[in-house]
């Protein structure tokens, strides 16, 4: 069974591309679709929604990719619930490239997703 991981990145340089360090002000998506620990292929897509995003709308563009689990540097706390809203998995405290940051999911050491500084400040 495949599965779809979004990871926020700053360009399109598919599995090279850098981690985002917040996913919603990010200017592409990579998409990277996954089969058991196999990388099947990646398709890089723009944020419709950078530099300006309203609550949820990012979510909701992720959702409409068909991914289930969502890598990023950092995201808001409105943001994880959104994502825990949909069924899908977020994950923050990726960094270097795309395929680093999936492969680090895909052996188990990148799980869990936090609220960023910025987001805690603000009281969300």
Avoid: W
């Avoid at 090279?16 to 990277?32: E, K, L, N, Q």
């Amino acid at each position: 069974m495949t599965t779809k991981i979004a990871v926020s990145v700053g360009t399109d340089q598919g599995l090279d591309a850098p981690i985002s360090p917040h996913f919603g002000r990010c200017p592409y998506f990579a998409v990277v679709e996954v089969e058991g620990q196999d990388i099947l292929g990646v398709e890089t897509v723009a944020n419709p929604f950078f530099p300006n995003h309203e609550p949820g709308q990012v979510p909701a563009f992720i959702h409409s990719l068909n991914a289930s689990v969502m890598l990023s540097g950092g995201m808001g706390g409105r943001a994880v619930a959104f994502f825990n809203q949909y069924g899908i998995e977020p994950a923050t405290g990726a960094a270097g490239t795309v395929r680093e940051a999936v492969t680090q999911y895909l052996d188990g050491g990148l799980r869990g997703a936090a609220a960023c500084h910025e987001s805690v400040e603000h009281g969300h």
